[in-house]
């Protein structure tokens, strides 16, 4: 919401409207970003540490206000500012924050997460998660209207080890300015008064610069954006600016398709329901005990081809194999239900064909059975129980090899993944 209201509250992945347009973002944020450089630059530093779209606020007169400051601290680097509270926002907090340590550049990470769901309307993944895969996408591959050179500052600022991020709310804010921006240029930021306590006030909204040094430069301005009536229209493009030195390449996670993994159940279910139909209608056509055998093998192969399926995009090696255990009961499911119903067909063609009596129903039927149903149950062995046991075996056989499927798959997503990282290698 934009007039009088809250950006970004609603849930991720479920906004009513599309992302904001790269201009509206720029106009907005880059004057808390002057306002954050102001208090960074105090003696000692003040953190907000809990920078995120909930707590930013557009006025009527599209002004953005900064509030909450709940957990403001003053930074010391001597102590590296540990701290008992360790309130986290997930996809906004660093993982420095998780640990109860922040600096100046957890402020900026905040920022950027933000920015991120803002111009892509994708909540970044967790700072902790990213330790261990880093699975952030890149905001082109979301938006592809976001210019490369926002892309290139946001993921610099999003780096989760903290010395790899910008030094400074300035240096961040001076690249995504335009390139004419000067650092000597950046005028003091007028903000709320502040009480001789170091008290941050509840609220703090970005004013007009003051001049502070002479003979001052021209006064920086950010347009108003109005509100545009419908998000799901993007805004055109940006020009694509020329990129500094020294902002880091796409990180390995940007090579992932946009679009969710394949889940384990409906990779399962899919070839399970393919394989149980193909097997059932085998069978009830081809009786002899070599073709029953034959669809057996060919479960197997599905069984594989279901972990392959789900892992090949990426994921575990484990997603393999519960699709191979899904795909393991639904075909055989399926395999029984077809069974059932072509034999029941076929028995009622050849009743109606022959003028069958109902009286040899039971004589029919026996004679449509598979031979492997027909044949007699062990002596003192009921036949449930050996079916019971055939199927519990089944199952743990459609584990594996779903498994074995799902290795052949990770190792093709990994083998993609580096031919795309050396297709675009300079």
Known sequence: RVAGGIVGEQEPYRQAHGPCSEQEVLSWLLPIIDVLQELHSRNPPVLH??????????????????????????????SSTQTIVKAVSEGFSPIEQYLG????????????ATMYLL???????????RAGHDALLAPRLIV????????????????????????????FGQALRDPAFTAFA??????????????????????PPVQRSAPPPPARTYPAVPQSPARGNYSPPSPVYPVPPGYVMVPQSAFTAAQPLPTPFGQGCLWGLIQGVLAGVLVAFMP??????LAIVMGLLFYMLAGFTATRRGGGSLRGAWAGYWAGIISTVMFWIVLFVTITIRVAQFMQANGRRPAELGRIWQFFLPDILKQPPTSG?????????????????????????????L????????KKRLAVKP
């Open 288 to 293: 002899k005990q070599e073709y029953f055998f």
């Open 101 to 112: 340590k922040t600096s100046p550049q957890s402020d900026i990470y905040a920022m950027a």
């Open 411 to 418: 190792s093709q997503f990994k083998a993609n993944m580096e």
């Open 49 to 78: 540490r809990d920078i995120k779209p909930g707590n930013i606020i557009l006025t009527p007169q599209h002004a953005s206000v900064l509030v909450d400051f709940g957990l403001t601290k003053l930074y010391d680097p001597v």
């Open 186 to 207: 950046d005028p003091t930021i007028a903000v709320s008064s502040v009480s001789g306590n170091g008290h941050v006030p509840a609220t703090l909204a970005a004013s």
């Open 119 to 129: 111009l892509t309307n994708r909540l970044p993944p967790a700072s902790m998660s």
């Open 144 to 171: 592809p209207a976001i210019s490369l050179k926002v892309e290139r500052v946001l993921l610099k600022a999003l780096a989760v080890n903290a010395d790899q991020r910008f030094q400074s709310m300035r240096e």
């Open 381 to 409: 062995q009921s036949p449930w129980a050996g079916l019971l046991i055939f199927a519990l075996g089944g199952l743990l056989l459609a584990f594996i090899l779903g498994w074995i499927g799902g290795l052949f798959g």
